[in-house]
């Protein structure tokens, strides 16, 4: 955290605070101290004589070029660094005169070195880098721009990643929460690029994937990826060597910060398949034939409302037939920011899904009791087809960035479950605040007791309920747990002396209620003959 900030003191002092230039920066000069970082601890693994160097920088600059090529050789997996790739041949130069030009050379030369792995696929088949020049993003003369470089290689050289690796995704989630928090703080931009809370993340990833399976050689798709929070958390549960992840997201800048976290959790291999790009215009994982990729798990979070009328009209006459098979949301007269264009999302979710199965998807709680439209279409679709796993309903704020209340929508294609599981979890949790704005945060006990509950399929009072899908058409296909929770009425016995003491005091009260009212007739009744004409 402490590296973090400073990165963000020095984008400061130079002017970038709080801008996007300042998440470029960030984004890429964290990745690069990790890279180095990575290669460090590979190669001490993959070559015993560095194990024992007094220096390790010293070390590999003493090697000659064939032992270096054959060590990297060696490393698979890993981003190849050359020697003057390294933060202490970069440290060494830091007083030249053209440093600024070094440290951006850098950066290209390591992108273009790596660049069958190291880049963001966009939907049209052009590629971008991952690591691109950053001393242009500074207003100010050759020296303005080398003190700038020289100052991030400061911050950089006395951190250290590499005692963290072994803790994988624990340590790292954490990490990657708190550096894109700031970035998030506005509620996301107009693509909503904000981060599902990681509690949420481990519920969805939780449920989908029980301890007791032997999960193997599965795909896990999100197609509203944003940094990757969900899918990431999801390939945790499941095993990191045992999926392959595939993404896709209309930004930029959330796709960078996904490949970002891709490498930061051991998920290297899925790089080339992290896409920049509109999803339900031009979805970009397909099958020889043209047709649409199916996942083995599809977990997103989508932006719940945007304008998308550009593109409307394109969606309605989607080439994939029985893509959006319950409609597309219709333009509004006043304010296009409120078309709904999460159920475009979750009909592509359900359509991406293969025959057997599983997603997961974060949806506003409103959808879960709509009595008409689209939302009403999917609802009796996930019914009838025996498809509906559960539903979670979330506490409200659990977003620090909308007040909008949330739930979680399991679906399950295996169709192995007779009765749906419910789960009203609008109660747990404790209020906190971040930068100002409430929040409700979930303790692990709190997870815990939705996971066990939820997989357990069983009534719990006030909590959570089993129902037969046979249930959910008398109450218009309603997903609201509360709904179907059994209404009590708590009786208490009394005596015949207790019940006459009762009414006799009820009278009293009802006597001294009367004579009030009476009073009060009389003076009405008073003040009104008391009025007189002054015509």
Known sequence: MNLIDSLKATTSHAGLGGGGNEYTVLVEVFLYKFLNDKF????????????????????????????????????????????????????????????????????????????????????????????????????????????????????????????????????????????????????????????????????????????????????????????????????????????????????????????????????????????????????????????????????????????FSDYQAQLKNDSHKGRFFAGIPNIPNKDKKTMEIYLCFFQHLIYSLSDTGKAAIVVPTGFLTAKSGIPLKIRKHLVDNHILRGVVSMPSNIFANTGTNVSVVFIDKTKQWDTVSLVDASKLGTDSKIGGLKKTVLSEEDVRLIVDTFRENKPVEDFAVAIPFGDFEPKGYSFSAGQYFDVKINYQDITHDEFTTAIEKHKKNLKKLFDEGKVLEDKIVKGIDSLTFNG
């Not at 064939?66 to 190849?80: F, P, S």
């Not at 050359?82 to 951006?104: E, G, M, V, Y």
């Not at 509109?278 to 034939?289: G, I």
Request: hydrophobic residues 35%; charged residues 20%; proline residues 4%.
């Open 40 to 307: 460090i601890a590979e190669a001490k693994r993959v070559w015993k004589p560095l194990q024992n160097a007094p220096d390790v920088w010293e070390y590999l600059d003493s090697m000659s070029d064939a032992d270096y090529d054959q060590m990297c050789d060696l490393m698979h997996g890993t981003v190849e660094l050359r020697k003057n790739h390294l933060i202490p041949f970069l440290a060494k130069h830091q007083n030249d005169s053209n440093f600024a030009t070094l440290f951006d050379a850098t950066f290209e030369q390591i992108a273009s070195n790596n660049r069958d792995v190291f880049y963001i696929m966009n939907a049209d088949q052009t590629s971008m880098a991952i690591l691109r020049p950053i001393s242009d993003l500074i207003t100010g003369g050759t020296q303005k721009k080398n003190d700038f470089c020289k100052s991030l290689i400061t911050d950089i050289q006395g951190a250290s990643f590499e005692g963290a690796f072994s803790a994988g995704y624990d340590f790292f989630s954490t990490v990657f929460e708190y550096l894109i928090h700031d970035y998030n703080a506005n509620g996301g931009g107009t693509y909503a690029e904000y981060y599902t809370p990681h509690a949420i993340a481990m519920i969805m990833a939780q449920l989908l994937v029980t301890p007791d399976e032997d999960v193997k050689n599965v795909t896990c798709y999100d197609p509203a990826a944003g940094t990757g929070t969900l899918v990431i958390a999801l390939a945790h549960t499941i095993g990191e060597k045992r999926c392959t992840i595939y993404t896709q997201d209309i930004s930029d800048k959330s796709s960078t910060m996904m490949m970002l976290n891709l490498i930061l959790n051991s998920k290297a291999d899925s790089l080339s398949h992290v896409v920049q790009g509109n999803t339900l215009t031009q979805p970009y994982h397909k099958k020889k034939d043209g047709s649409l990729q199916t996942f083995d798990y599809v977990v997103s979070n989508p932006p719940f409302k945007l304008d």
